[in-house]
């Protein structure tokens, strides 16, 4: 029992932040541009904090049910994360271009972050890295079609017809999903499926006593730590949008905030992985939490704006639907064999370097 707890401490150092931050709110947002910027950089380390330890558990429970259920359950938690803190920054400071650029920084960073720093990492470790490249071409296709309906045609959607759009997106991204769905569980789970040759475990207490860990321990820290992230993102919203106003930052900071904290823990878990030899995961784990973004964040928040009454200006800019479409490409190219390397690991982490680079432009 004590055990348990003590290994929560990054959550209980979460929940110890939230508790301190409600009655010191004001002090952080009226404190001045310092106060408030150095406030939600603590909240944010916070916030990163409670998302490990989600990740962790919902790690706990990939593994006692195994790919793909496994992977699924994975990019779910993070996606959640997301949307939770996507919805609540909306909520304090609505902004038109923020769900969009949020979902283009989140494939930016799971494709050419993290699949480019894992190929590159795991084939200066290993050489070449296989796979099953069914499960590259099918979430290829699956996330070119679903950013093209929900991000690339509404540019040519009027005005006034923004609401019928959206109820269709909506309606095109539920059942991309649910076919989807219904492919990686069932007729099709070896899609995403890949058999490595077993390996003796280096530490087996350490695996026992986490394979002991309840599935209900899991998901009750999982709620408990999604509820935590909430209440910390409540008050670093709008401890961030004083600290940023006036500095002069590119608006892009705030996506590239959110989605860096949903793919915080998937950055590990990918690394760590491809550093074991087991490319099928990072495929998975970057590929998937891709999709999942878009195909999961986009029907929340038309459903949020529909509700509210206000759009969200969904249709990336020219210089988004360029390298979106340059790092799919780039993607179905490099695994199309089956096999990865790491040339094509650091083709992918130049691209995210240049995503880096137009941000700091503000384009």
């Not at 910027?37 to 916070?46: E, F, M, P, Q, T």
Request: proline share 5%; hydrophobic share 55%.
């Amino acid at each position: 029992m004590f055990r348990q707890i003590a290994e929560e401490k990054f959550l209980l150092l979460a929940l110890v932040a939230a508790v301190v931050a409600y009655p010191l709110e004001p002090t952080m947002v009226h404190g001045g541009h310092g106060v408030a910027l150095l406030s939600a950089g603590l909240l944010v380390v916070a916030i990163i904090f409670a998302s490990l330890r989600v990740a962790h558990h919902a790690e706990l429970l990939a593994e006692k049910v195994g790919d793909p259920y496994g992977t699924m359950i994975l990019t779910l938690a993070a996606v959640l994360v997301e949307v939770v803190i996507l919805a609540i920054m909306m909520n304090n400071s609505p902004s038109p271009t923020l769900v969009r650029d949020t979902i283009y920084s989140a494939v930016m960073l799971d494709i050419n972050g993290i699949l480019g720093l894992a190929a590159l990492m795991g084939g200066i470790k290993h050489g070449e890295q296989s796979y099953n490249d069914d499960s590259a071409r099918t979430y290829s296709v699956m996330i070119l079609t679903a950013m093209g309906v929900s991000m690339v045609v509404p540019e040519f959607i009027p005005q006034g017809r923004w609401e019928v759009y959206s109820a269709f997106t909506i309606g095109a991204m539920v059942v991309l999903y649910s076919v989807f769905l219904r492919m990686q569980v069932g007729p099709h789970s070896y899609f995403f499926s890949y058999h490595y040759p077993e390996k003796k475990r280096k530490h087996p207490t350490n695996d026992a006593h986490e394979a002991s860990v309840p599935s209900g321990v899991s998901i009750a820290v999982l709620v408990f730590g999604v509820a935590v992230i909430g209440a910390l993102a409540e008050v670093m919203s709008k401890a961030m949008d004083v600290g940023l106003e006036g500095s002069g930052a590119p608006p892009v900071v705030s996506a590239i905030l959110v989605a860096a904290i949903s793919a915080s823990p998937e950055i590990l878990t990918a690394l760590r992985a491809a550093l074991a030899n087991r490319m099928q995961s990072v495929v998975n784990i970057a590929l998937g939490a891709s999709l999942s973004t878009v195909i999961l964040t986009v029907p929340v928040m038309e459903a949020m704006a529909l509700y509210s009454g206000q759009p969200f200006q969904m249709a990336m800019t020219p210089v988004q639907s360029v390298m979106v479409f340059i790092t799919l490409l780039i993607c179905a190219i490099n695994l199309n064999d089956g096999e990865t390397n790491a040339i094509e690991g650091m083709t992918h982490f130049v691209l995210f370097g240049t995503f880096v680079m137009l941000s700091l432009l503000g384009l």
